[in-house]
């Protein structure tokens, strides 16, 4: 896989390992042409966030023992697709998010001045 990069074009940081996170399962929010949902925005798991995606029909708060999936709760760090992250955003359910683990290709979707007020992560 090529290198890939976040928003500020430096070398993509690993979002979560525990739960390992990812399209490929690898920690970080790397993407191909396979992503389809462009799981990109590493995003700070709020209750907020798991209640508004799985009334979108995406329930990411139940175990998944056939996927090796432990579910998500409140405090979790996952990369999230960013046509629904943009969704909560429009919605008031956005969660917090880090800019320096979130992959670049969030700004083809989201404004990057809209994902920098929700960084945790700016100094």
Not at 56 to 83: I, M, Q, Y
């Given at each position: 896989m090529e290198k890939q990069f976040n928003v500020f074009e430096e070398e993509i940081e690993e979002c979560c390992s525990n739960p390992i996170t990812g399209f490929f399962r690898d920690g970080f929010c790397h993407t191909d042409n396979l992503d389809q949902g462009l799981h990109v925005v590493c995003a700070y798991i709020t209750e907020d966030f798991l209640e508004f995606s799985k009334s979108?029909?995406?329930?990411?708060?139940?175990?998944?023992?056939?996927?090796?999936?432990?579910?998500?709760?409140?405090?979790?760090?996952?990369?999230?697709?960013?046509?629904?992250?943009?969704?909560?955003?429009?919605?008031?359910?956005?969660?917090?998010?880090?800019?320096?683990?979130?992959?670049?290709?969030?700004?083809?979707?989201?404004?990057?001045?809209?994902?920098?007020?929700?960084?945790?992560?700016?100094?």
């Open positions: 979108r029909g995406n329930d990411l708060s139940t175990p998944r023992d056939e996927f090796n999936f432990p579910g998500l709760k409140e405090g979790d760090h996952w990369c999230v697709c960013a046509e629904r992250w943009k969704e909560a955003y429009e919605n008031d359910k956005a969660p917090k998010i880090y800019l320096r683990r979130t992959n670049k290709k969030s700004i083809k979707i989201i404004d990057l001045e809209v994902l920098k007020k929700y960084a945790i992560d700016l100094d």
